[in-house]
């Protein structure tokens, strides 16, 4: 392999630091074709294997290898409905470029960056096309949630022919994409993009539409006359630690940090936002995974904040974020409190002031497969911050399942379905982390497609 892998172009980690503009820069397209002349086109491509929406890769990137862009672009879409949005978040190292023939032996093909340039280069030539849409059905379909499960399996329902809505109780479509996922990794333009995409192929978006308080599920499909229904609600219930000191003015979860900053521009508070934003000088980020290295990652980025702990409890091995997200915090001057694990917060007159911590050294692997954190005694000391934010996981918001009869649940409240989506009550599925948990963007859209598939298959057997 005679061509290295390209790197991106980044903006300056000192630039960067001060502003929300998205931080990779994407490819020339010379970049991008020769990046894609590095794909070998095997008989066999596993990289296939380890998309969980099955992209065509290596056709739209032979594509890209003949500076044919449109053809690359219409092939990607054919089977995912966000390319934009996948090439900037999906953890391409552990699913397609995972298992990249040529990997073996050297770096694997840049596929995520490759899907990157293609969505951007058809949105910003305006050469966007659109898939041929099959006859209308006359069956209408209900979807719960414009996150990134609903957005796939109304794309995928719409292009079948069917009338499909998307009800989301945000006053804004795209779920995680735009209320939890920061500007700087996910500029909002290409998620609105991508919606709008959604809208051509016919689908109808009602925001400020909360099912089980606005309708039920069950009013949809007896009164409103759906045919069947979806349901991608996310995990958007934030769990905190239950540590003394909770309840005190400036520690936050990460869902409602990253909504007030990202959907709401809390930081232009009084003028230009009806929300505020903590205005700490000294900010913790309690978590290791991707939503800890957004908090932080944001936080370093308020104007008056002048220092951003991670404080994770086990060792940078066994951080669950993707790595470039770490090199890009830590290149950002974000300070890895790494065997750490915070005990309880400490205020004045209601304020957060400082948070108790106690180092913590490895033992053996628990149940998750990682070794388990063990406190070291006489180790604690406390951490002068104004503000901390907890990112240590979601579970799901019980409102659907409390006014859905018969929709079963486990014991954390996620909705029972079996690989189709296909949920205890008839006509209804669900997929993404409302069935599996807080998990990635492009499994959330796996989710979403096998649904649809399911669910045309059920609305066409009951002519």
């Not at 003015?249 to 869902?255: F, I």
């Not at 304020?351 to 911590?357: A, I």
Request: aromatic share 6%; proline share 7%; hydrophobic share 40%.
């Amino acid at each position: 392999m005679k061509i290295p892998r390209h790197g991106m172009p980044e903006q300056d980690p000192l630039e960067r630091a001060k502003n929300f503009l998205e931080v990779p820069l994407g490819y020339t397209a010379e970049m991008a074709v020769e990046e894609a002349e590095r794909c070998i086109q095997c008989k066999n491509p596993k990289c296939m294997e380890g998309c969980p929406v099955n992209v065509k890769i290596p056709q739209f990137i032979f594509h890209v290898a003949m500076g044919n862009f449109p053809l690359a672009a219409q092939t990607l879409k054919e089977t995912n409905a966000l390319p934009a949005v996948c090439g900037r978040v999906c953890p391409q190292e552990e699913q397609c470029e995972a298992v990249c023939t040529i990997g073996a032996k050297v770096e694997p093909v840049a596929i995520g960056r490759l899907e990157r340039f293609v969505a951007d280069w058809e949105r910003m030539t305006g050469n966007v096309s659109l898939p041929v849409i099959a006859p209308p059905t006359g069956k209408k379909i209900a979807v719960i949630g414009a996150g990134p499960a609903g957005l796939t399996c109304a794309g995928d329902l719409a292009k079948l022919g069917h009338a499909v809505t998307i009800f989301e109780a945000l006053h804004k479509p795209g779920g995680v994409l735009v209320y939890g996922i920061p500007e700087f990794r996910l500029p909002k333009q290409i998620v609105d993009a991508e919606v709008s995409f959604l809208e051509k192929l016919g689908v109808t978006i009602q925001c400020d539409f909360v099912v089980g308080m606005t309708r039920t599920v069950d009013e949809l499909m007896n009164e409103d006359g759906f045919d069947a229904v979806f349901i991608g609600t996310g995990a958007g219930l934030p769990y905190f630690m239950g540590i003394p000191g909770e309840n005190l003015n400036g520690v936050y979860s990460a869902n409602e940090f990253l909504t007030r900053v990202n959907l709401m521009k809390g930081f232009e508070f009084p003028n230009h936002a009806d929300t505020p934003v903590p205005m700490a000088k000294h900010v913790a980020v309690i978590g290791g995974g991707n939503t800890a290295m957004d908090s932080a990652r944001t936080a370093r980025r308020l104007p008056w904040t002048e220092k951003v702990y991670i404080v994770y409890r086990r060792s940078s091995v066994e951080m669950p974020a993707r790595k470039e997200e770490i090199h890009h915090g830590e290149q950002e001057g974000i300070e890895f409190l790494l065997l750490t694990n915070p005990t309880r917060f400490i205020g004045n007159n209601g304020w957060l002031v400082g948070m108790e911590c106690q180092k913590m050294e490895l033992g053996e692997p628990d149940a998750s497969g990682r070794r388990k954190p063990v406190p070291v005694a006489g180790s604690e000391f406390v951490l002068d911050v104004e503000a901390v934010i907890v990112a240590t996981g979601n579970g799901s918001n019980p409102l659907i399942n409390k006014t859905t009869p018969g929709l079963t649940t486990n014991k954390y409240g996620n909705i029972i379905a079996d690989e189709t989506g296909k949920t205890s009550r008839e006509g209804v599925w669900a997929g993404g982390d409302i069935v599996i948990g807080a998990a990635t963007v492009i499994k959330a859209m796996g989710a979403g497609k096998k649904a649809a598939a399911a669910i045309h298959e059920y609305v066409q057997s009951k002519k």
